[in-house]
């Protein structure tokens, strides 16, 4: 399995995962399709399917388009979303293959959409697991709760991705390390890794992706069980903290 990034718009990232054996593609909220074909085309690869976190337009926004220029090509996307061009609605733990090694499981992830979904995808020959997270969980950081709530994004991150892998790599469209740092000032694994994190800028290089063994010590939203970190944001439970949290990021000018 390769996994190749694409940065699109401002700040997001597409994605491409090879089945290197069968040169069959899958593409990764493809919002700039041009973009995502040509990095097939340079890559001698066949765009079978397109996996779509959720359903707002700098994720979806380029499945018609697509749908256009690859016909017969497959679109998945959460049940409940409403996602653009959707041709497979999928639910928690429905299960895509790609080419002969690649298994891909729905993970039903909701707050920022009620239908997101994250796509943790396996490749039967390499133990290297890796995960596709949309806007729920950002390296260091969360998306905002446009449609759910705190309870919700605790679920999604705190239980059903946090208990990936620690291994799983993290593939995700943004990344929050100087915010993390106000909450947690004194954690030296989110100083080191904002550090590498400006260094990879510095050189036009990504930073993505994460491990979950990294976000859950370096991403304050998935460390809320923390008593420490509860004690710091004033609250007396990992949803309060959560809450909390969120909100001190929606307010946050950095």
Request: hydrophobic share 35%.
């Amino acid at each position: 399995m390769k996994i190749l990034h694409i940065p699109c718009l401002d700040d997001n990232y597409s994605y491409l995962i090879i089945d290197e054996s069968t040169k069959e593609a899958a593409a990764v909220d493809p919002v700039e399709p041009h973009k995502v074909l040509s990095v097939a085309e340079e890559n001698g690869v066949d765009l079978k399917l397109v996996l779509t976190t959720h359903h707002h337009w700098d994720h979806a926004g380029g499945n018609d388009k697509l749908k256009q220029l690859v016909p017969g090509i497959k679109v998945f996307g959460g049940s409940t979303d409403n996602v653009q061009g959707c041709t497979n609605k999928v639910e928690n733990g429905d299960k895509i293959s790609l080419g002969a090694n690649i298994n891909i499981l729905s993970l039903h992830t909701p707050c920022h959409t009620k239908g997101h979904i994250s796509y943790y995808v396996t490749d039967k020959e390499a133990d290297e697991p890796a995960v596709f997270t949309g806007d729920t969980l950002f390296i260091a950081g969360c998306g905002k709760f446009f449609e759910g709530t705190a309870e919700q994004m605790y679920q999604s991150l705190c239980v059903t991705l946090a208990s990936l892998p620690k291994p799983t790599r993290v593939y995700c469209g943004h990344e929050n390390l100087q915010f993390a740092l106000t909450i947690e000032p004194n954690n030296a694994k989110i100083e080191q890794k904002l550090s590498w994190a400006q260094c990879q800028r510095n050189r036009g290089l990504p930073t993505v992706p994460s491990t979950v063994e990294e976000e859950l010590s370096t991403n304050p939203f998935m460390r809320v069980d923390n008593p420490e970190v509860q004690e710091k944001v004033g609250s007396k439970s990992p949803v309060e903290a959560l809450r909390e949290i969120r909100q001190r990021k929606d307010d946050w000018k950095g």
